[in-house]
Protein backbone atom coordinates (compact mmCIF):
# COMPACT_ATOMS: atom_id res chain seq x y z
CA UNK A 1 0.00 0.00 0.00
CA UNK A 2 3.01 2.20 0.95
CA UNK A 3 4.31 1.67 -2.40
CA UNK A 4 1.21 2.32 -4.35
CA UNK A 5 1.01 5.98 -3.08
CA UNK A 6 4.86 6.62 -2.96
CA UNK A 7 4.11 5.55 -6.90
CA UNK A 8 0.98 7.95 -7.28
CA UNK A 9 2.21 11.09 -5.82
CA UNK A 10 5.92 10.46 -7.41
CA UNK A 11 4.04 10.00 -10.98
CA UNK A 12 1.66 13.35 -9.45
CA UNK A 13 5.38 15.31 -8.81
CA UNK A 14 6.68 13.99 -12.17
CA UNK A 15 2.92 15.10 -14.17
CA UNK A 16 3.11 18.44 -12.82
CA UNK A 17 6.72 18.86 -13.82
CA UNK A 18 5.99 18.34 -17.42
CA UNK A 19 2.63 19.47 -17.67
CA UNK A 20 2.94 23.06 -16.05
CA UNK A 21 6.87 23.49 -17.69
CA UNK A 22 6.01 26.72 -19.88
CA UNK A 23 3.19 27.46 -17.15
CA UNK A 24 3.94 29.26 -13.77
CA UNK A 25 7.49 29.86 -13.01
CA UNK A 26 7.81 28.35 -9.31
CA UNK A 27 4.17 26.29 -9.60
CA UNK A 28 5.59 23.07 -10.99
CA UNK A 29 8.26 22.85 -8.19
CA UNK A 30 5.31 23.46 -5.66
CA UNK A 31 3.92 20.92 -6.49
CA UNK A 32 6.37 18.97 -6.70
CA UNK A 33 7.30 19.99 -3.12
CA UNK A 34 4.11 19.23 -1.78
CA UNK A 35 4.05 15.60 -3.37
CA UNK A 36 7.22 14.46 -2.27
CA UNK A 37 5.46 16.25 1.50
CA UNK A 38 3.26 13.72 1.01
CA UNK A 39 5.12 10.87 0.07
CA UNK A 40 7.29 11.60 3.75
CA UNK A 41 4.19 11.99 5.65
CA UNK A 42 2.60 8.88 4.06
CA UNK A 43 5.83 6.65 4.56
CA UNK A 44 6.34 7.89 8.32
CA UNK A 45 3.21 7.41 9.47
CA UNK A 46 2.36 3.53 7.41
CA UNK A 47 5.87 2.42 9.27
CA UNK A 48 4.64 3.02 12.18
CA UNK A 49 5.21 -0.97 14.03
CA UNK A 50 5.90 -3.05 16.80
CA UNK A 51 8.32 -5.50 16.67
CA UNK A 52 8.60 -8.56 19.25
CA UNK A 53 12.49 -9.30 19.08
CA UNK A 54 14.25 -12.02 21.09
CA UNK A 55 15.34 -10.11 24.15
CA UNK A 56 13.54 -6.72 23.96
CA UNK A 57 10.34 -5.22 22.54
CA UNK A 58 10.82 -2.24 19.52
CA UNK A 59 8.38 0.16 18.80
CA UNK A 60 8.97 2.04 15.60
CA UNK A 61 6.78 5.68 15.80
CA UNK A 62 6.93 8.13 13.00
CA UNK A 63 10.00 10.04 14.10
CA UNK A 64 11.11 8.03 17.29
CA UNK A 65 12.08 4.65 18.31
CA UNK A 66 12.11 2.87 21.50
CA UNK A 67 13.86 -0.25 22.28
CA UNK A 68 12.70 -1.66 25.48
CA UNK A 69 14.27 -5.01 27.08
CA UNK A 70 11.38 -6.91 28.09
CA UNK A 71 12.36 -6.53 32.16
CA UNK A 72 12.05 -3.34 31.64
CA UNK A 73 8.48 -3.26 31.00
CA UNK A 74 5.33 -3.01 33.68
CA UNK A 75 2.21 -2.97 32.16
CA UNK A 76 0.75 -3.50 28.48
CA UNK A 77 -2.65 -1.98 27.95
CA UNK A 78 -4.97 -1.31 25.22
CA UNK A 79 -7.22 1.69 25.93
CA UNK A 80 -11.09 2.19 24.82
CA UNK A 81 -10.15 4.30 21.67
CA UNK A 82 -7.64 2.02 20.32
CA UNK A 83 -4.29 3.15 21.55
CA UNK A 84 -1.40 0.61 22.50
CA UNK A 85 0.41 2.03 25.65
CA UNK A 86 3.78 0.44 27.16
CA UNK A 87 4.94 1.32 30.51
CA UNK A 88 8.37 1.03 31.80
CA UNK A 89 9.83 0.32 35.55
CA UNK A 90 10.91 4.47 34.75
CA UNK A 91 7.44 5.80 34.70
CA UNK A 92 7.77 6.11 31.33
CA UNK A 93 4.73 5.45 29.00
CA UNK A 94 5.10 4.97 25.34
CA UNK A 95 2.20 4.99 22.98
CA UNK A 96 2.68 2.99 19.47
CA UNK A 97 1.75 5.12 16.48
CA UNK A 98 1.24 2.45 14.69
CA UNK A 99 -1.96 0.97 16.98
CA UNK A 100 -3.03 4.51 17.73
CA UNK A 101 -6.70 4.17 17.77
CA UNK A 102 -8.97 4.15 14.82
CA UNK A 103 -12.55 3.14 13.83
CA UNK A 104 -11.30 0.10 11.83
CA UNK A 105 -9.54 -1.28 15.59
CA UNK A 106 -13.22 -0.95 17.09
CA UNK A 107 -14.55 -3.76 15.05
CA UNK A 108 -11.18 -5.40 14.38
CA UNK A 109 -9.50 -5.10 17.64
CA UNK A 110 -6.29 -5.27 16.46
CA UNK A 111 -5.01 -3.37 19.17
CA UNK A 112 -6.44 -5.76 21.80
CA UNK A 113 -4.46 -8.61 19.80
CA UNK A 114 -1.49 -6.46 19.57
CA UNK A 115 -1.61 -6.09 23.67
CA UNK A 116 -1.91 -10.09 24.25
CA UNK A 117 0.70 -10.85 22.07
CA UNK A 118 3.35 -8.73 23.88
CA UNK A 119 1.81 -9.72 27.37
CA UNK A 120 2.05 -13.50 26.19
CA UNK A 121 5.97 -12.28 24.98
CA UNK A 122 6.81 -11.03 28.23
CA UNK A 123 5.79 -13.99 30.45
CA UNK A 124 7.79 -16.64 28.55
CA UNK A 125 11.43 -16.98 29.48
CA UNK A 126 13.66 -14.66 27.45
CA UNK A 127 17.23 -14.39 26.83
CA UNK A 128 19.05 -12.10 29.07
CA UNK A 129 20.00 -9.21 27.16
CA UNK A 130 22.99 -6.84 27.29
CA UNK A 131 20.52 -4.11 27.38
CA UNK A 132 20.09 -2.66 30.32
CA UNK A 133 18.02 0.34 29.88
CA UNK A 134 15.39 1.78 27.16
CA UNK A 135 17.04 3.42 23.66
CA UNK A 136 15.53 6.47 22.19
CA UNK A 137 16.82 7.08 18.68
CA UNK A 138 15.05 8.68 15.69
CA UNK A 139 13.25 6.40 13.17
CA UNK A 140 15.17 6.55 10.21
CA UNK A 141 12.87 5.44 6.86
CA UNK A 142 15.18 6.22 3.55
CA UNK A 143 12.71 6.88 1.31
CA UNK A 144 10.64 9.51 3.51
CA UNK A 145 13.85 10.98 4.73
CA UNK A 146 15.42 11.54 1.03
CA UNK A 147 11.66 12.89 -0.15
CA UNK A 148 11.64 15.12 2.41
CA UNK A 149 14.74 16.41 1.22
CA UNK A 150 13.98 16.88 -1.91
CA UNK A 151 10.83 18.60 -0.88
CA UNK A 152 12.68 20.77 1.01
CA UNK A 153 14.60 21.65 -1.92
CA UNK A 154 11.94 22.05 -4.56
CA UNK A 155 9.84 24.10 -2.51
CA UNK A 156 13.50 26.66 -1.84
CA UNK A 157 13.79 26.84 -5.82
CA UNK A 158 10.22 27.59 -6.01
CA UNK A 159 10.28 30.22 -3.53
CA UNK A 160 13.24 31.67 -5.46
CA UNK A 161 12.35 31.89 -8.79
CA UNK A 162 8.87 32.96 -7.60
CA UNK A 163 5.23 30.97 -7.94
Not at 17 to 42: D, H, K
Request: hydrophobic share 45%; aromatic share 8%; charged share 15%.
Amino acid sequence: MSWTFTLAFGMAAIGLTVSLTYGLRGGPLAGVAVSLGMITIAHRIWGSRILLEESSLTIVNPLVTYTIPYKMITNVTSSGNGTLTIATRQGIEIRSTGFGGSIIDHFVGSTERAAKRVTTRLKRQHRESEQVMMTTRFTVVWIADLCAVGALTCATVAGLIGF
